[in-house]
């Protein structure tokens, strides 16, 4: 069965500090990784990580991929109370012309000022 | 920036009603998706669409609902006769050739 997994469920820092959120993925006909991130309403796409062991950089975030052991990071560097969402790991199957995203439970992230 | 555009942002219908959440994707987009997050809960694709037709849809799928692009900028779903269970929101997604960057803001689907 396909499947991603998200670790930790929550987490709670304080302004400044540095996290990590962890995706484990097993995903038949895997293509890619792709972070996102979700406020109120829709995902807002971050990352996507085809390829293994190049980082990714878009300001204090960054991620990367392992696809020998089937997980990604995502780095969150001196933390902002606007970082606060839920982020969202999932694994891109394609096959053919079928193409379906794998969701994780996701990473609720709480930044306090 | 373009944008994934979803009406209306929340319905609210009597079980067994027809609902039809609609969508407008990215102009130039080739491949067009349904996904929904019943509340607490994973995101859950339900199918998607490319060249005019259905391309693959999950068990959630079944008969209950159907998928239109009825003048090529629309894409709509419509959910014949809606269940509690069908309580969600309800996202349209699309994308041009690689993968899912722009999702609508949802619609929130309450039955009552």
């Known amino acids: 069965e396909d499947k991603v997994v998200q670790s930790p469920l929550s987490l709670v820092v304080h302004e400044g500090d540095t996290v990590t959120l962890n995706c484990s993925y097993e995903?038949?006909?895997?293509?890619?990784l792709l972070w996102y991130k979700q406020e109120k309403k829709a995902p807002t796409f971050l990352f996507m990580l085809?390829?293994s062991g190049i980082e990714k950089k878009s300001g204090r975030l960054s991620s990367i991929l392992d696809k020998k052991e089937l997980f990604s990071i995502l780095n969150i560097t001196a933390t902002q109370t606007g970082d606060s969402a839920v982020y969202l790991c999932?694994?891109?199957?394609?096959?053919?012309?079928?193409?379906?995203?794998?969701w994780g439970l996701g990473t609720s992230l709480a930044v306090n000022p | 920036e373009p944008e994934v555009t979803q009406t209306p942002s929340h319905q609210v219908t009597q079980m067994g009603q027809e609902v039809i959440l609609r969508c407008v994707p990215i102009?130039?987009?080739?491949?067009f998706y349904w996904y929904r997050q019943i509340l607490g809960q994973k995101v859950e694709f339900l199918v998607s669409?490319?060249?005019?037709?259905?391309?693959?849809k999950s068990e959630i799928f079944d008969d209950q609902f159907s998928v239109e692009r009825p003048d090529g900028s629309n894409f709509t779903l419509k959910i014949r006769s809606t269940k509690l269970e069908d309580s969600a929101m309800y996202f349209c997604?699309?994308?041009?050739?690689?993968?899912?960057?722009?999702f609508g803001q949802g619609t929130r689907l309450t039955v009552v």
């Open positions: 085809t390829s």
């Open positions: 999932a694994g891109l199957q394609w096959a053919g012309n079928n193409r379906k995203l794998i």
């Open positions: 102009s130039n987009h080739l491949y």
């Open positions: 997604a699309s994308s041009y050739f690689v993968a899912e960057a722009f």
């Open positions: 995903v038949t006909n895997f293509r890619s």
């Open positions: 669409f490319y060249n005019n037709e259905i391309s693959e």
